[in-house]
C-alpha cells in the first residue's frame, strides 16, 4: 500500500474536529466572521430577533425571523438558530 501524502484524499487539510466538544472559547472564535445566529428578543414590549455574530456580539434587530436571515444572507454569512 503507498502512503504518500499525495495520493491520499484529505492530504494537506486541516484535521477534522468534532464542534460538539468545542469551548465556549472556540466556538466564539469559530467563524465568527462568517457566522452569525438569530435569537427571538423581546424587545420595548415588541417580539423581534436579535443577530449575533459567532462571538456573542449583538449586530442588528429585525421585525420578523426570515427578515433577520435574510439580512445575514446579504452580508455573505451563514445564519445559524438558536433556540
Same mark, same amino acid.
Given at each position: 500500500m503507498d502512503m504518500n501524502s499525495e495520493n491520499q484524499p484529505n #492530504?494537506? #487539510? *486541516?484535521? +477534522?474536529? $468534532? !464542534?460538539?466538544h468545542l469551548s465556549a472559547e472556540q466556538f466564539g472564535a469559530l467563524g465568527v466572521s462568517h457566522i452569525a445566529y438569530v435569537? *427571538? !428578543?423581546?424587545?420595548?414590549g415588541e417580539q423581534g430577533f436579535a443577530i449575533h455574530? +459567532? $462571538?456573542?456580539?449583538?449586530m442588528a434587530v429585525a421585525?420578523?425571523?426570515q427578515v +433577520?436571515? +435574510?439580512a445575514i444572507?446579504?452580508?455573505? =454569512? =451563514? #445564519?445559524m438558530s438558536v433556540h
Open positions: #492530504a494537506g #487539510a *486541516p484535521p +477534522a474536529f $468534532d !464542534i460538539r435569537k *427571538p !428578543i423581546v424587545m420595548n455574530a +459567532a $462571538d456573542g456580539t449583538p421585525g420578523d425571523r +433577520a436571515m +435574510a444572507l446579504q452580508h455573505e =454569512m =451563514m #445564519a
